[in-house]
């Protein structure tokens, strides 16, 4: 009888291990397949960009109000720039100034330039005016300074001032277009205007704050510097369409809406590679924002969101808000989509979905300074496949010491004051990373951490696995993760979930190297580890 009531224990024990191994098996085939069917869904690089735009916009949906955003209307009129007397091989600036002047005048419609190769100075876009870029031109811009002056009001690196401005730029206008299948050149790489823009520090300290911004005047006079002009610039405007056109040898940031409402950006093709600090569409203190089926190849970040810098950005208040980044390609550029690290004003309300990274550094990234102030909230990735030389996931709120000087140092938490930045409130979902340096890499502020990031339904292959400091409310859940490194460092990180994810490396195990006073709450939940080795 006794043997008997052993082997009945015995037994209720096997069936109690063996049921609990059906259910951790069936969480993680339920887990396994959640994910495969999510990431499905996810567009390969033959899917978006350029060569896929739709003619029509599709309905825009996003997590936060957002406007059906609508393409302008422009009357049935046109001048084409050969009825004024245009000649290939000359500069022609005043016959397209004049043609958008005469068009915006009479009320609207479109200016044409035509198939071949045309040259110009800056042109000043008006309200119910589309500059129409037809199939075989080509518009190269000059590379002299004086074709830029006088100067004009713009918005350099998130501070105010008078300068160039843009190639195409225009100021407090509606209803505005540049169209086409035609292509833009920037400046010859060897001209005056590039040789001469500031090099001598960061901006903050070369511009005053504290000087009106009528006063703070580069004009390139006497061998001073300017400071370069951005391809597309409209500043203070209304209801704008950028639509087909492609973009090379940009002299600045190629694509840049400032103080702008509803805006369309949509079939644009971007080649700036090689270009310091050719960002491809860079949103600035903007709202109502659509990018869609664009394809960018870039000397810098690809797509960004800022919205002023420091002690002038905060001065002018004008966040960045409400934008959707929808069936993009990132062919190459520093970040594939960039938060910062111009944050004075705050960014909230971004949506970027089903985009694909192919060879950029980072993939999702975030760049601040403790003296850029604001920020950020509500960032949501979705259906998004990377193909990374640097980190997936990357928040950079220090910076460097050749920057921002001591301020980079982590360590002592400072006060928090205006120019304090922080980021919160970060959701990925359905995500797969094919190759990258590192999964997430996260440099937070002590004093105003990075906090709450969800990353969930995602599949992961990177060389590094997750670096942290000064890090809040995290959760990784049903993912899988390959790696080559197999450890976790940690430091001065609380409320970090991994939940039914599945760690595969070489080893087969995790190194938890965690330190700092204020680590606490870090949690694996059904958690799995495999080993890569044969």
């Known amino acids: 009888m006794e043997k008997m009531k052993v082997s009945t224990t015995r037994f209720n024990a096997g069936i109690a291990v063996l049921f609990s191994g059906i259910i951790f098996l069936l969480i993680n085939c339920s887990t396994s397949k959640l994910v495969n069917n999510s990431l499905n869904r996810i567009p390969t690089k033959e899917q978006v960009g350029a060569l896929v735009i739709p003619k029509e916009i599709a309905p825009i949906k996003a997590p936060f109000p957002m406007p ?13 720039i050969l009825e004024k007397q245009a000649e290939e091989g000359k500069l022609i600036t005043k016959i397209i100034q004049q043609a958008i002047d005469e068009i915006h005048q009479s009320g609207g419609g479109t200016v044409v330039i035509p198939k071949g190769k045309w040259f110009t100075g800056r042109i000043s876009l008006k309200s119910f005016v589309n500059l129409h870029i037809e199939a075989g031109a080509e518009l190269h811009f000059s590379g002299e300074i004086k074709d830029y002056l006088p100067a004009v009001f713009t918005r350099n690196e998130g501070i105010e001032l008078m300068s160039l401005g843009a190639c195409i730029y225009a100021n407090g206008q509606e209803n505005i277009a540049i169209t086409g299948k035609g292509k833009l050149v920037g400046p010859p790489l060897n001209s005056p205007l590039r040789k001469r823009f500031m090099n001598v520090g960061v901006i903050e300290d070369v511009v005053p704050h504290d000087k ?37 040898q940009t002299p600045f940031w190629n694509i840049v809406p400032v103080y702008c409402d509803s805006v369309i950006i949509r ?37 960004t969101m800022k919205a002023g810098r420091g002690e002038d950005g905060l001065r002018v208040n004008k966040p960045t808000e409400n934008v959707v980044v929808r069936f993009c390609l990132a062919k190459e550029g520093h970040g594939g989509i960039t938060v910062g690290s111009e944050t004075a004003a705050g960014i909230n309300n971004l949506y970027v979905h089903d985009t694909v990274f192919d060879d950029t550094g980072v993939g999702i990234r975030f760049k601040t300074r403790r003296p850029r102030g604001g920020g950020g909230q509500n960032y949501y990735y979705e259906r998004i496949r990377m193909n990374l030389r640097d980190e997936a996931f990357r928040w950079d709120m220090l910076g460097s010491p050749m920057h921002v000087g001591k301020l980079a140092q982590r360590l ?33 502020i002590p004093e105003t951490p990075m906090t709450n990031f969800t990353l969930e339904n995602a599949l992961i292959n990177s060389k590094k696995l997750f670096t942290a400091h000064d890090a809040r409310q995290i959760n990784i859940k049903n993912t899988k993760i390959t790696s080559q490194d197999n450890v ?27 330190s700092g006073p204020e680590m606490k709450n870090i949690q694996f939940i059904k958690v799995k580890n495999e080993s890569t080795s044969p």
């Open 412 to 444: 002592p938490a400072l006060p928090i004051n205006k120019l304090t930045p922080s980021f919160n409130n970060t959701f990925a979902k359905d995500i797969i990373v094919e190759k990258a340096k590192a999964f997430v890499r996260i440099e937070g």
């Open 488 to 514: 976790i460092k940690l430091e001065d990180v609380r409320d970090l979930t991994f939940d039914k994810v599945t760690f595969s490396n070489p080893k087969g195990d995790l190194i938890k190297d965690f």
């Open 68 to 80: 059906q955003l609508i393409k302008p209307v422009f009357p049935d009129k046109s001048v084409n």
């Open 212 to 248: 009106p911004v009528s006063e703070r005047v580069y004009e390139g006079h006497n061998n001073e510097f300017i400071f370069l002009p951005m391809f597309i610039s409209p500043i203070n405007c209304k209801n704008i369409l950028i639509e087909g056109i492609s973009l090379e």
């Open 267 to 303: 079939g644009v093709t971007v080649n700036s590679i090689g270009i310091p600090r050719g960002d491809g569409i860079d949103i600035e203190s903007s709202r109502n924002v659509l990018i869609e089926y664009c394809t960018l190849s870039c000397g810098d970040d690809c797509f």
